[in-house]
């Protein structure tokens, strides 16, 4: 039987409805008319992928956090978690330009952070 439409891979050949994605590399069946495919009706849109975890130093971590200054401009207002007197900020336009800026505040003691939008 030849195909009724001329279809892209992840489209069903026979009637033309969006095939579900494929879990397993068992046969693919169409939500529509029920017909079975082979995983090749994807064609080239099987990808593999790697992932790579970071690891993490904590005695480098810890040497960094000691050598580390301000991450911008210092200004004086008491940290919620460790009472810290001062903390620096940067700001970003993260919302529409016809309201405030969002304000960023690093503390310097134990580096918590927390932001305001102005």
Not at 6 to 27: A, E, Q, R
Not at 48 to 71: G, Q, R
Not at 79 to 90: F, I, L, N, T, V
Request: a neutral charge.
């Amino acid at each position: 039987m030849t195909s009724t439409f001329s279809t892209t891979p992840g489209f069903c050949p026979d009637c033309g409805s969006i095939l579900p994605t494929l879990k397993t590399m068992g046969n693919v069946v169409c939500y529509n008319c029920k017909k079975q495919f082979q995983p090749e009706i994807f064609g080239s849109m099987l990808t593999e992928y790697t992932i790579h975890f970071n690891t993490y130093d904590a005695e480098k971590s810890k040497l960094k956090v000691e050598k580390e200054e301000a991450e911008g401009p210092v200004v004086e207002r008491k940290c919620p978690k460790c009472g810290h007197e001062k903390m620096s900020y940067a700001t970003l336009q993260l919302r529409s330009a016809d309201e405030g800026q969002t304000v960023f505040f690093t503390c310097l003691n134990c580096k918590h952070k927390e932001s305001e939008n102005s």
